[in-house]
């Protein structure tokens, strides 16, 4: 079913389109000495670094003018984007600047009902970004900084012998490991295979808006900073925490849907520490574990 696309370009954006699906589909390629697979590890981090840290992972205003994507109708304004489906309705609205998109972000579901919201740092999510479940109730909440993760990829290009994120060390241990923390979809879906990743963000607000069980956010990369919430549908919190500079840092707690407590631990840059507690459904302790300071388990008590 082909739907009719309208596109108002101005002057200047159009003489830059061309220009800009370039850089898209380059940025996309990897052309270094070794075309890395996923089990490749600390061996090649050169390549690493140029194939997952250099090359920015964002959508652009071009990704939205494209032949591929005939049933959305696209109107581009003044530092504006408004997509709608056939039927008039809004898909979703952005602001954009000299080509990436920058400022608020908003996308609805077919039915009208907001599916998400926050803001936009040149393709970057920053500051508070929430989802909603099709009934209006919160689904998820994300805490993002932009900057921060550029100053930490910058210090991973530069080698920095040493650097105040505990992120960059990771990268020397395990560059994959680390690169995971980067991952948008990741965020929300921590078991997802990249094979399953959207290549234009139209594709992922057209998945959102029919209110599919697996959330695509409309970035690539992220970095977590301040506080993490997963909601169960009738507004129960499934796990909560805080980040710091892409890491778990803090008190950890997971829950089950009938408001019981199934785990409670602390974190320190993204590792286990001290005692965590394991209850089952009814809210009893079963498990107790001790763990140290680099995050290993150093003593285990059973109460079953």
């Excluded at 008039?88 to 972000?105: I, M, Q, S």
């Excluded at 996308?107 to 936009?120: T, V």
Aim: proline share 4%.
């Amino acid at each position: 079913m082909k739907l009719s696309i309208l596109i108002l370009l101005f002057p200047v954006l159009s003489f830059q389109f061309a220009k800009s699906q370039d850089k898209i589909n380059n940025s996309s390629t990897f052309h270094g000495k070794k075309n890395l697979q996923p089990d490749d590890h600390t061996h090649h981090i050169l390549s690493l670094k140029f194939a997952y840290i250099h090359l920015e992972k964002k959508y652009y205003v071009a990704d939205l003018i494209h032949q591929n994507h005939p049933d959305s109708l696209v109107l581009l304004m003044p530092a504006a984007i408004v997509a709608r489906n056939k039927n008039g309705d809004t898909l979703f609205t952005v602001e954009y600047r000299r080509k990436n998109l920058h400022g608020k972000w908003m996308s609805w579901y077919i039915h009208g009902h907001l599916c998400d919201s926050g803001r936009l740092d040149k393709g970057i999510p920053d500051g508070e970004w929430k989802t909603f479940y099709p009934d209006g109730s919160l689904r998820y909440v994300r805490h993002y900084d932009a900057f921060l993760l550029r100053k930490i990829k910058s210090d991973i290009l530069r080698e920095n012998r040493y650097s105040f994120y505990e992120i960059v060390s990771l990268f020397k241990k395990s560059p994959i490991a680390a690169v995971n923390h980067f991952d948008a979809v990741i965020s929300f879906h921590p078991h997802t295979s990249q094979d399953h990743h959207f290549k234009f963000l139209t594709d992922r607000v057209k998945h959102n808006s029919t209110a599919h069980p697996y959330y695509f956010p409309p970035y690539l990369e992220s970095l977590h900073h301040g506080l993490y919430i997963n909601y169960y549908p009738d507004g129960m919190i499934r796990d909560s925490g805080y980040y710091k500079n892409g890491l778990r840092n803090g008190i950890w707690e997971e829950w089950v849907e009938n408001r019981k407590i199934k785990k409670l631990g602390l974190y320190q840059n993204g590792q286990k520490k001290g005692t965590w507690k394991y209850y089952n459904d009814r809210g009893k302790l079963l498990v107790l574990k001790e763990y140290n300071a680099k995050g290993k388990e150093v003593y285990l008590k059973k109460f079953y």
